[in-house]
């Protein structure tokens, strides 16, 4: 069974920045955000984006390591995700 | 919760082709560049934030001069691109005020956290709070002194543990917290007093217009203005980065209660806020009990 | 610019080039013509905290600046006084703050690190005594600073070196302070305020106005070792050395005068108005038939340690006739560097109220100190001291034990 999953908008994470901090993810309004399994070059976790983004800058507003720009597409992207 | 199910990581090392269009920039164009030495969770980086977008959203940028305080902030020195006259430990609201009356069309502000401000100088702001200096002053509280490693400060709550109170700060013996926009919004010379907090989104977005509000009332010479920011300090605090959002809310957001403690010639005290917000959290579980929210 | 023979009467020789000419003169006090000379020098910004004997200079530049286009802030305490000089120096305005011993106690944390910040802040110090020779001089700052120290003799030569201290300021971006006390601040002298000509200054390249702030090219005061970034980095260690290694061209701009030094046996050393006192008496004992001398350092740091050695070339024992504990004589040793006896003929002395210079600032006094000196004696008491010496009790004469393992 898969799930059509809409974005409606999208990020760019500098992870290189990221300072693992995790205070996107509890940020993120519907929860497509989770921390990495890997680490960057300074050793930290850093944010992983998941299909339902809507683009709502919340992740941004929190990062205290400037990682986030947020974008809006004009036509929501469609995604199929096991559900 | 939410209920979508989570699909596969996307690519967010590249900007989106056409059909995309940037909402907000990466790093606030004040920035000369986004690195900085702050700790992982630290709210500081979002005040700095919040005064770069309000100087932008106001078309004041070329009109502005920082007198900046001695705290971690103080690294934003070399990084924030505006004029800085940087100050010793307390002492920026005096050297604002050098610089207001030497520059009148200036946008003059300060950065100063509550070590700097509310311990070090805490005569130097009421001073020039009473005087009227049309300067803002901004302050970065996070109830400890982060630079040295965590210590008490004149803002640290009651209970709060620091490395000089191990115990938990007792009234007693340590004394009580100062409410500082409180003795600020008294002073007739105050135009304009808000206390802030970026501990979540919603706070970060009400916290930028506050700033804006205070850079306004500057620029319309009603007086000074201030602005408090609660900010994380994890690392002071000893807690995990993650529960940095949370401890603030439970501690310091509880005694230093956001809300606009001066506007439009009407003071509001902190208990009164406080009141308010009570007042409202009873009203929900009312709706609640009822059968739900109302609009 | 050091002059070391006297060539008149009073065997008085003029230093630099301050002139200050003998039309349009008014009796004034001292506080007010060092206050209007500042203003003529432009300086457009003072904040201060009233304390006497510095007061009046506090009063007339609230009187006087605001219609020069300036600002005097009455400030609430002495430290944020220093800082708002600090912001209004910022910003490339020649601006000036000032007080006395205890009030300047206060300042030396923000004197010390206007140094670091290159910020050319004046500082009127009208003391108490010259028992604050070794603030003024040293400071109780942190680190390694210097500051220039100008120190008029009377409110005639205060008028041009108040001018030259605001230059000098700008030229080496460094603190510079007009080392006074009651008799300058509180003497009314018939005295024309002048302009005095400097060569001109580059602009204030560094100074902050928040026009370039957005461009990437914002400016930065600061005596920390950070800059902006993509700026000339300092680092804590550079920046100190940076400074240090200015100082020993600032040290170029010592000053001093002397007179009948050319075949003296005794030379006096003595700064401010009490030199002039020392200048007196000396000449009535020339008169007397005694080879005696003067030389006063104008500059007390630098220290004219050059002109204090030419002048004391001939003697065979130097004199610090100062009124303090002895502060100033130190200079004067290591001046001399052992060329010849160094004493101390001064002494605590102040008026009854302890704001002003006391009973032993007196022609009789001085001379009577510099004849002892001349004539190898002991010197006289110095008034008062017979019923404050200080006696010793038996547990202070008992010797203290080592401690050392």
């Known amino acids: ?68 720009e947020v974008f809006r597409f004009q036509t929501p992207v469609e995604h199929e995700v096991p559900s | 919760m939410s209920t979508i199910p ?36 630290c709210g500081e980086p979002l005040a700095v934030r919040a005064i770069a977008e309000a100087l932008e959203d106001l078309g004041l940028v070329d009109t502005a001069v920082c007198a900046l305080g001695i705290g971690c902030y103080t690294s934003f020195g ?47 702001v009421l001073h020039t709070a009473a005087r009227g200096e049309s300067l803002t002053a901004v302050l970065v509280n996070n109830g400890v002194f982060g ?25 007693e013996y340590h004394g009580y917290p100062i409410l500082i926009g409180d003795l600020i919004a008294q002073l007739e010379g105050a135009a304009y007093v808000a206390r802030g907090s970026v501990h979540n989104a919603g706070a970060v977005a009400r916290t930028t217009k506050m700033v804006r509000r205070a850079f306004e009332a500057q620029r319309r010479r009603e007086g000074f203005s201030f602005v408090e920011i609660l900010t994380m300090c994890p690392t002071g605090w000893f807690i995990p980065t993650g529960e940095g959002p949370d401890y603030l809310a439970s501690t310091l957001g509880e005694v230093h209660i956001m809300g606009e403690l001066k506007a439009d010639g009407q003071i509001r005290t902190t208990e ?15 709706q609640l009990a009822r059968g739900g929210l109302e609009d | 610019m050091t002059t070391t023979t006297g060539t008149t009467s009073t065997g008085t020789t003029t230093s630099g080039s301050a002139s200050t000419g003998a039309s349009a003169r008014a009796l004034m006090e001292g506080s007010e013509a060092l206050v209007r000379a500042a203003i003529l020098a432009d300086c457009r910004f003072f904040a201060g905290y009233p304390m006497t004997p510095f007061t009046e200079v506090l009063e007339h530049f609230a009187a006087l600046l605001p219609d020069a ?81 100008l120190a008029p003799q009377d409110v005639r030569e205060g008028v041009a070196l108040v001018q030259l201290a605001f230059h000098l300021a700008d030229k080496w971006r460094n603190p510079v302070m007009i080392y006074g006390d009651y008799l300058l601040a509180h003497t009314q002298e018939a005295v024309s305020v002048e302009r005095v000509e400097f060569p001109p200054l580059p602009a204030k390249d560094w100074a902050v106005d928040g026009s370039r702030s957005g461009t990437g090219r914002s400016r930065s005061v600061t005596p920390l070792g950070v800059t902006k970034v993509g700026q000339r980095h300092f680092g804590q260690e550079g920046k100190a050395q940076y400074i240090a290694t200015k100082m020993a061209y600032v040290e170029r701009e010592a000053r001093a005068e002397a007179g009948f030094c050319e075949d003296a046996e005794t030379v006096v050393v003595a700064f401010g108005s009490p030199a002039k006192f020392v200048k007196y008496a000396v000449a009535q004992l020339r008169d007397e038939g005694l080879r005696v001398g003067w030389v006063r350092p104008i500059t007390l740091w630098p220290f004219p340690v050059d002109a204090v050695r030419a002048a004391t070339r001939t003697a065979r024992v130097v004199g610090s006739f100062e009124i303090s504990s002895g502060q100033l004589v130190d200079d004067v040793r290591i001046a001399v560097a052992g060329a010849a006896p160094v004493e101390f003929i001064g002494g605590v002395s102040s008026d009854h109220s302890g704001f002003g210079l006391g009973r032993l600032l007196d022609v009789d006094e001085v001379r009577e100190r510099i004849r002892a000196l001349h004539e190898g004696r002991t010197q006289p008491p110095v008034p008062g001291y017979e019923e404050f010496t200080y006696e010793p009790a038996p547990h202070q004469l008992a010797p203290t034990p080592e401690v050392t393992p």
């Not at chain 1, 299909?51 to 986030?68: E, K, N, R, S």
């Not at chain 3, 600002?71 to 305005?93: D, F, K, L």
């Not at chain 3, 910020?119 to 001089?137: E, K």
Request: glycine share 12%.
């Open chain 3, 69 to 149: 286009g300036g600002v005097c802030i009455n400030a609430e305490s002495e430290i944020e006084a220093v800082g708002m000089a600090w912001g209004a120096v910022a910003t490339g305005a020649r601006a000036a703050t000032g007080s006395t011993g205890q009030g300047l106690a206060l300042m030396q944390e923000s004197f010390s690190e206007a140094t670091l910040a290159e910020l050319p802040l004046v500082i009127f110090n009208m003391s108490r005594s010259q028992g604050d020779y070794f603030q003024a001089t040293r400071g109780g700052g942190h680190g390694d600073y210097r500051h220039i120290v």
């Open chain 2, 272 to 286: 009164e806020l406080h009141a308010e917000n009570v007042r409202k959290a009873a009203e929900l579980d009312a």
């Open chain 2, 6 to 41: 989570l699909g596969p990581v996307l690519d967010t090392a590249h900007a989106p082709g056409d059909g995309a269009r940037v909402v907000e920039p990466k790093t606030p164009a004040l920035l000369l560049t986004n690195h900085h030495h702050l700790c992982p969770g």
């Open chain 2, 78 to 124: 070399a990084t924030v691109d505006v004029d800085l006259v940087q100050c010793l430990h307390g002492r920026a609201p005096s050297v604002a005020t050098g610089v207001k009356r030497m520059l009148p069309d200036a946008t003059v502000f300060t950065l100063q956290g509550d070590g700097d401000m509310v311990n070090e100088g805490l005569q130097e």
């Open chain 1, 1 to 68: 069974m898969t799930t059509v999953v809409k974005s409606r908008g999208t990020v760019t994470i500098d992870v290189e920045s990221c300072k693992g901090c995790e205070l996107c993810i509890p940020a993120c309004p519907p929860a497509v955000l989770t921390m990495s399994g890997p680490v960057n070059k300074r050793g930290y976790h850093y944010p992983e984006l998941h299909p339902g983004c809507t683009g709502c800058a919340a992740c941004l507003m929190v990062c205290p390591d400037y990682c986030f």
């Open chain 2, 147 to 171: 630079e040295t490693g965590g210590h008490m400060t004149a803002t640290s709550v009651l209970g709060q543990r620091t490395k000089n109170t191990i115990e938990g700060r007792d009234a």
